[in-house]
């Protein structure tokens, strides 16, 4: 079974810019997460998006958001990039369905390396 | 402010040795996870723990959650130079809930 794919792997921007970024989840799996990692930072939450709907959202301003298509696939858009953008955005995929008492694995993809110059 | 903390930040040691990291809070999880991180690639599950006390064992690596569901360990037994990585935990305070990660422990094993 193909793990999670993410597209492009690398990626140059210039400030001020939009970027957008694709995740294709393992197949099967209907949860797509959204990662931002920095060095200073860690791993920091950006979204969920279950069934084409956003199910859960970190602390990020509005210029990053997301979406997810019926086929499972996710895009997530950062706008009016800023230097501070620059980071390895990842993609995670669950596949079972959030129930309560059942803790979940997700799956990551090799990430996005995004640099904002 | 870290949620979960983890030490140490760096280690470095010669193939053969063990060694712990932790991974402390002061918040109950519900459940706790442990991921290995390499360059240029996402992080990989290693294990889910969900029981205080529970220990779970992965070949050479062995997996602890502290009976108040507040702490964890990740013991190495005679580390190979395929162990270094990121190593990552990562909390869940509810189940069902998204998973908040900690700044992760940066492993290195010499030959």
């Known amino acids: 079974k193909a793990g999670v794919t993410q597209t492009p792997r690398y990626l140059i921007k210039t400030r001020g810019q939009q970027v957008t970024l694709s995740c294709s989840p393992i197949?099967?799996?209907?949860?797509v997460s959204w990662y931002q990692q920095t060095p200073g930072q860690g791993l920091q939450f950006l979204f969920e998006?279950?069934?084409?709907?956003?199910?859960n959202k970190g602390n990020f301003p509005g210029r990053f958001s997301g979406r997810q298509f019926s086929n499972s696939r996710s895009e997530m858009n950062v706008s009016t990039l800023e230097l501070g953008d620059s980071a390895l955005y990842l993609c995670?995929?669950?596949?079972?369905?959030?129930?309560?008492?059942?803790?979940?694995?997700?799956?990551f993809g090799p990430g996005t390396r995004l640099t904002v110059t | 402010t870290q949620l979960l903390e983890q030490s140490p930040q760096f280690l470095s040691i010669q193939e053969g040795e063990n060694l712990t990291v932790y991974c402390n809070s002061s918040?109950?999880?519900?459940?706790l996870q442990w991921y290995r991180q390499e360059p240029g690639e996402g992080p990989v599950l290693l294990v889910t723990?969900?029981?205080?006390?529970e220990v779970k064992k992965l070949k050479r690596l062995t997996f602890q959650f502290g009976d108040a569901r507040k702490d964890s360990s990740l013991h190495i037994t005679a580390a190979q130079t395929g162990d270094t990585g990121l190593y990552l935990c990562a909390g869940a305070f509810v189940y069902g809930q998204n998973f908040v990660f900690g700044p992760g422990t940066r492993l290195s094993v010499l030959p």
């Open positions: 995670a995929s669950t596949w079972e369905n959030r129930l309560a008492g059942v803790p979940y694995e997700q799956y």
């Open positions: 918040s109950v999880f519900s459940s």
């Open positions: 998006y279950f069934s084409e709907t956003q199910r």
């Open positions: 197949s099967g799996h209907r949860s």
């Open positions: 723990v969900v029981t205080g006390g």
